[in-house]
T-cell receptor, first 114, second 117 residues
């Protein structure tokens, strides 16, 4: 069966520090991968998505970046965090290409920038 | 522009009662898909139910059903026989068009449901 791992679960970082959040998927190959961010009490905002190794599309230009060095690995990074980067970051993958295939989410990383 | 609108920020429902969560959407595509997710306080997003724009019947999945009114562009989630474990945030999401191989989902702001004994 397929599983998605996301870590760390919580992170407190000072303003101006770098960030690296990692997500890996097991039990499938060539998945579509996604990074979403959720502000407190709000809906999910799509940040990046990837359809293959090295292929990254950005939805919201900002000081975050994403990379996909391996088929089932998706990394969210920042060189210098801002206070506004605080939020709940969710990685997701898509099972197949069917129209009804949902996104499956990891447990998320709660990032607080101080 | 907002594509998915969930007008109810919060709702209280008594155990064993049914609750309807509203969702309206905006699209010019004829082919699209609508999804509902549940987010408990722990944070994980749990997929509940899917409705395709060409589906003739309303989707059902256990205690979850979708009241899909295409002309009104609404896809309301009905939870029957509410349980305490149904207390969570509920999100409506849309994928457009269904031929989009990227599979991106756009989410509404969510509705917080609290089930009371």
């Amino acid at each position: 069966s397929q599983t998605i791992h996301q870590w760390p679960a919580t992170l407190v970082q000072p303003v101006g520090s770098p960030l690296s959040l990692e997500c890996t998927v097991e039990g499938t190959s060539n998945p579509n991968l996604y990074w979403y961010r959720q502000a407190a009490g709000r809906g999910l905002q799509l940040l990046f998505y990837s359809v293959g190794i090295g292929q990254i599309s950005s939805e919201v230009p900002q000081n975050l970046s994403a990379s996909r060095p391996q088929d089932r690995q998706f990394i969210l990074s920042s060189k210098k965090l801002l206070l506004s980067d605080s939020g709940f970051y969710l990685c997701a993958w898509r099972a197949g290409r069917r129209a009804d295939s949902p996104l499956h989410f990891g447990n998320g990383t709660r990032l607080t920038v101080t | 522009a907002q594509k998915i609108t969930q007008t109810q920020p919060g709702m209280f429902v008594q155990e064993k009662e049914a609750v309807t969560l509203d969702c309206t959407y905006d699209t010019s595509d004829q082919s699209y898909g609508l999804f509902w997710y549940k987010q408990p306080s722990s944070g994980e997003m749990i997929f509940l139910i899917y409705q395709g724009s060409y589906d003739e019947q309303n989707a059902t999945e256990g205690r979850y059903s979708l009241n899909f009114q295409k002309a009104r562009k609404s896809a309301n989630l009905v939870i029957s026989a509410s349980q305490l474990g149904d207390s969570a945030m509920y999100f409506c999401a849309m994928r457009e068009p269904t031929t989009d191989s990227w599979g991106k989902l756009q989410f509404g702001a969510g509705t917080q449901v609290v089930v009371t004994p």
